[in-house]
């Protein structure tokens, strides 16, 4: 079975410009997460996506977008980038949240430099 | 608001040195809790899910336990591949994801 794949592996960037990465999921897995982590720093929650539709979003500025796309893959956008923005981002996916939830599983990351 | 907390930080043992990491939450109402393993520049491996007190999970070297307040991760004899950050997450319905992560112990095992 697949992983979470996730692309590209390396981006660099320009402060100012924009920034797409790109998420495939497990194959049955609905929900997609995306999460930044910064060097020596933990998992920052950026966004929920579940069937198509953005769930809950974390607390970073609207500069930080994405979608899901009915085959529930999923991009995630970074606009006006800053320096700040250089970190390891994460996609994960799992089953469909419910009362009890399954684990996330997590693709390898983009890790995005912006200079 | 939910809190994960990890300790130690950081863990330096001998190969063979058995040990345990800590994690320690306060949330409301636990839905799961899960342990992953993360190598440098890699995104996290999930290693086990716990979802009530007295449940105990294995996998080769490592055991999770859980109780109500606190979950440990018992590494027994372990070897350098072992090496690795370990990550605590809970689920509890708070949160903007409903899940929140600890900040990891970095687990060092010399040959």
């Known amino acids: 079975e697949a992983g979470v794949t996730q692309s590209p592996t390396h981006l660099i960037k320009t402060r100012g410009q924009q920034a797409t990465l790109r998420c495939s999921p497990i194959?049955?897995?609905?929900?997609v997460y995306w999460y930044q982590q910064a060097l020596g720093l933990g998992l920052q929650f950026l966004l929920w996506y579940d069937e198509g539709e953005e769930r809950n979003r974390g607390n970073f500025p609207p500069r930080f977008s994405g979608r899901q796309f009915p085959n529930y893959s999923s991009e995630l956008n970074v606009n006006a980038l800053e320096l700040e923005d250089s970190a390891l981002y994460l996609c994960?996916?799992?089953?469909?949240?419910?009362?009890?939830?399954?684990?996330?599983?997590f693709g390898n990351g983009t890790r995005l430099t912006v200079t | 608001e939910d809190q994960v907390t990890q300790s130690p930080e950081a863990l330096r043992l001998q190969e063979g040195e058995s040990s345990s990491l800590n994690c320690s939450y306060t949330?409301?109402?636990?839905?799961?809790l899960f342990w992953y393993r993360q190598d440098p520049g890699k995104g996290p491996e999930f290693l086990f899910t716990l979802y009530s007190a007295g449940e105990e999970k294995e996998k080769e070297r490592l055991k999770a336990t859980l109780t109500k307040k606190e979950s440990f991760l018992h590494i027994t004899a372990p070897k350098p591949e072992d090496s690795a950050t370990y990550l605590c997450?809970?689920?509890?319905?708070?949160?903007?994801?409903?899940?929140?992560f600890g900040k990891g112990t970095h687990l060092i095992i010399q040959p």
């Open positions: 997450a809970v689920h509890s319905g708070g949160g903007a994801d409903g899940l929140t």
């Open positions: 949330v409301s109402g636990l839905r799961g």
């Open positions: 194959s049955g897995h609905t929900s």
């Open positions: 994960a996916s799992s089953l469909p949240a419910t009362a009890v939830r399954t684990p996330l599983h």
